[in-house]
């Protein structure tokens, strides 16, 4: 009987971790909303409309016209954008609901993740795989229907892998027909896409291939053993960490220092049948000082602060290298002038390293390497949100989409770093705090 009574209340306290009454997030929940006097940008035709307002109707963008000449409903509530920027919802396609706490284990955390990707615009994400996607699943269940707080999720399956893969929670596939049968049974769970990790073997990923692509869904890959051209003419559809994952392609050691020339014959003909075969490319912009900043530490746990700070002062060794990094830039850039797509995510789940403040640092990190704010903004909206199928119902700032925006202080288009100013986020309509939503993940990251 006790164990009953403890089980009920254990559940309840798990229901009001998750709801955690999101009045106290929500700052605007009109049935009609006017956005008067905005910056608005403009990711299709790359540009930035001054002085207009956005008319939000049932979660929906009814209207875009300039100040003024808008036609405002009586009794409509209208809130004033003076000095602010809009920019439509983040769509971000390497992230994750887990944490790696240590002991290469992943720890789900369905309370602080959604609520900072949500604080920092992030309206739409897919996830890179997890340990048990029941729990991405599950938890995507509870914010479609409201009872959760935290953006639209798209959910990659398990991290499929060979027996020598190095997580605990790879889910082993050794051959075509356990691939197929793996492939199959999650997505009848309600995954979308699959991912596939570093010692995947050429049989194992031609099963997950073959069943995926049969219902229409894709598959990307962190490679490692495999190199991308073999994956490309397999059939893969998307390759994380862009060029990092394919090393073995240009004859480069993981762990060494690089050094790689954009012209060499080994890059060009990558390229070419990266695009031949309409691979879409996710970056995930990494930089050192991206890793234990200590303005975040107050999201930590105790435990994980304790952690961090012991890392600060031995660095790991398997942290990707700031001058590997670097040069994948260049070869991403080459890419995209030959015809390829690149898309963003910000992988972050390790090492103090926090949703939203990662995915903001994704984007700055991409406009320092040299594409312009609109160009990477571009990458962050309707580029994810065409991969992923949904650029009819958001992406961009048009008339019928959802109203998923992001409004911020300053103007990102000309300095990039204002896209951290973020004060409200709206999502299909709902107008959330930023500043509300973090307050309330300070010390979770770590524990749940």
């Not at 340990?131 to 599950?138: G, K, Q, R, S, V």
């Not at 075509?176 to 769970?189: D, N, S």
């Not at 850039?333 to 972050?348: C, E, N, W, Y």
Request: glycine share 8%; proline share 4%.
């Amino acid at each position: 009987m006790n164990q009953i009574i403890l089980a009920a209340c254990f559940l309840l306290f798990s229901e009001a971790l998750l709801s955690q009454s999101k009045n106290n997030f929500i700052t605007y929940d009109q049935k009609e909303i006017v956005l008067q006097n905005a910056r608005i940008i403009d990711v299709v035709k790359g540009k930035v409309l001054e002085g207009y307002s956005i008319l939000i109707s049932n979660g929906k963008i009814k209207a875009i016209e300039q100040t003024g000449k808008l036609l405002v409903p009586a009794d409509v509530h209208v809130i004033d954008m003076n000095g602010k920027t809009i920019l439509p919802g983040l769509v971000m396609l390497h992230e994750h609901m887990n944490y790696n706490t240590g002991a290469g284990v992943w720890q789900f955390h369905p309370v602080s993740f959604p609520k900072l990707f949500l604080a920092a615009g992030v309206t739409t994400l897919r996830t890179a795989g997890g340990e048990n996607p029941m729990y991405d699943l599950n938890l995507k269940r509870r914010i479609d229907k409201g009872e959760a707080t935290g953006p639209r999720m798209f959910v990659t399956g398990p991290m499929f892998n060979d027996v020598s893969g190095g997580f605990l929670g790879d889910f082993i596939i050794s051959n075509y027909e356990e691939g197929r049968k793996a492939t199959a049974f999650w997505a009848e769970k309600g995954c979308t896409s699959f991912k596939v990790y570093s010692d995947i073997s050429r049989e194992a990923l031609r099963g997950v291939i073959d069943e995926a692509h049969a219902r229409g869904l894709t598959i990307t890959g962190h490679l490692g053993k495999m190199s991308c051209t073999e994956a490309a003419n397999l059939g893969i559809d998307n390759i994380e960490h862009s060029f990092g994952s394919c090393s073995s392609d240009l004859n480069l050691a993981w762990d060494s220092t690089w050094n790689v020339n954009p012209e060499q014959k080994a890059v060009k003909d990558l390229i070419r049948i990266l695009i031949a075969k309409n691979i879409v490319l996710t970056a995930t912009p990494f930089a050192d000082n991206n890793f234990g900043n200590v303005s975040l530490f107050d999201y930590l746990s105790t435990d994980e602060r304790k952690r961090i700070e012991e890392y600060l002062k031995d660095p790991p060794p398997f942290l990707p290298k700031e001058v590997n990094e670097r040069q994948l830039r260049p070869l991403e850039k080459l890419f995209i002038k030959s015809g390829g797509r690149v898309v963003l995510g910000a992988d972050a789940a390790d090492l103090g390293m926090l949703p939203g403040f990662q995915n903001h640092n994704a984007i700055v990190t991409m406009v320092k390497a040299g594409w312009s704010p609109l160009e990477v903004i571009k990458m962050a909206t309707i580029d994810g949100a065409t991969f992923l199928k949904v650029e009819h119902e958001s992406g961009s700032i048009d008339v019928g989409k959802n109203a998923d925006l992001l409004i911020v202080s300053g103007k990102p288009d000309q300095t990039i770093e204002d896209i951290r100013n973020v004060e409200i986020v709206f999502r299909n309509g709902i107008g959330y705090n930023s500043k509300a939503l973090r307050a309330r993940t300070k010390g979770l990251v770590g524990r749940y």
